[in-house]
C-alpha cells in the first residue's frame, strides 16, 4: 500500500506495490486516529515523503521512521533533520529487531526489576503485498505496542474486522482479534492516492488487548505458537471441516474426544468457530494426549 506524499509533490512512480497519498484531509484523520502521541514513541512504517511524518514530529516525543526506499529515506533525513525527536532508520520493517529497539539497553537493567516496555504506537500506508506479513511480525512483538492504525487495502481490513462465521473470517482474522481490537474506521476511493489504485482502501485501528491469559493459552512450552499453529492447520482448507483439516495430524481416537469435550461438531468449519471455541478445542487435544 501506499506511501505518502503532499498534493504539491510531483508523482512519483509506485514501486513495492505503493501508491501515494494525496489527500491532506485523509492524512490528518489517519493521525488523528493514533491519538494523543506527546508523550509516546510512534513508529512510523514507510514514510514515503513524509506526510503522515511531518504531522507526527510536531506532536510525538519521539518519531522512528522505517523506509526502505534509499532515495526516500536520505530525503526524510534531510527534511527533518532539525527535529531531534524524529529518526529515519533505512530498513525493511520486517527485518527490524524490535528488543533491540524496544527492549531493554545493555547496562541499564537492573537485577530483580522487570522491564515494563515503553507502549509505542504504530502509524503507516502498508504495501498491499506484504499486509498479512507486516501485521504478523507486529504480532509477534505485540509486548511493545499500544495501538496500531494502519492503511491497508479495504478487501484486506474486511478479513482482519470479520467475525466469526462470516465469510471474510480467516486465520488472519483470528490472529489480530487474538491480540487486538480491531476497529475498521473509514474508506478511501483510488482518487485518494496518485496515480489511483485498482482498489479502495481502508484505514484500521488495532488496540493491543491479549487474550491468551484469558483463553487458556498462556503457559510453558511455547502454548501461544502452538495455538497460533493449531489456526494455521484448522483453516488449511477452507472449505473443508475441521474434522478433515485435523486428522492428519491427530489420531481419530484423541480427535473425536477432544471435538466432544470442545462441544464442537466433527462437520463444522473452522470459521465459524469463535476465538473461545478454538481455544476449547485447542486445550482438549493439548491435555488429550492418550486420547481418552
Do not use: C
Amino acid at each position: 500500500m501506499p506511501k505518502v506524499v503532499s498534493a504539491r509533490r510531483p508523482q512519483h512512480k509506485p514501486k513495492l506495490g505503493q501508491h501515494f497519498l494525496v489527500s491532506d484531509s485523509f492524512a490528518q484523520q489517519i493521525v488523528d486516529a493514533l491519538g494523543d502521541v506527546s508523550q509516546n514513541t510512534v513508529l512510523e512504517i514507510g514514510p514515503g515523503r513524509g506526510v503522515l511524518t511531518s504531522l507526527l514530529a510536531k506532536n510525538a516525543r519521539r518519531l522512528i521512521a522505517v523506509e526502505l526506499d534509499r532515495v526516500l529515506a536520505a530525503q526524510l533525513r534531510l527534511r527533518f533533520g532539525m527535529f531531534t525527536n524524529v529518526e529515519v532508520i533505512e530498513a525493511d520493517i520486517l527485518s527490524i529487531d524490535f528488543d533491540s529497539l524496544f527492549g531493554p539497553k545493555p547496562g541499564l537493567r537492573r537485577p530483580g526489576i522487570e522491564f515494563k516496555p515503553e507502549p509505542v504506537k504504530v502509524i503507516g500506508n502498508l504495501p498491499y503485498f506484504i499486509t498479512s506479513d507486516i501485521l504478523l511480525r507486529l504480532f509477534d512483538y505485540s509486548k511493545y505496542f499500544e495501538s496500531i492504525v494502519i492503511l491497508v487495502q479495504r478487501e484486506v481490513a474486511d478479513r482482519v474486522a470479520a467475525a466469526p462465521g462470516s465469510r471474510d473470517y480467516g486465520l488472519l482474522s483470528a490472529t489480530a482479534q487474538l491480540h487486538a481490537r480491531v476497529e475498521k474506521l473509514f474508506e478511501l476511493p483510488p482518487g485518494a492516492f496518485a496515480p489511483p489504485p485498482k482498489v479502495h482502501s481502508a484505514a484500521l485501528r488495532l488496540t493491543i488487548a491479549p487474550r491468551q491469559k484469558e483463553l487458556g493459552l498462556e503457559g510453558e512450552g511455547g502454548t501461544e505458537n502452538a495455538f497460533i499453529d493449531f489456526h494455521k492447520l484448522s483453516f488449511g482448507q477452507k472449505r473443508k471441516t475441521l474434522w478433515n483439516n485435523l486428522k492428519a495430524n491427530y489420531p481419530e481416537v484423541r480427535l473425536r474426544a477432544a471435538l466432544a469435550r470442545a462441544r464442537v461438531k466433527p462437520a463444522a468449519r473452522a470459521e465459524t468457530l469463535s476465538l473461545e471455541e478454538s481455544a476449547a478445542l485447542f486445550r482438549a487435544l493439548r491435555d488429550n494426549h492418550d486420547g481418552s
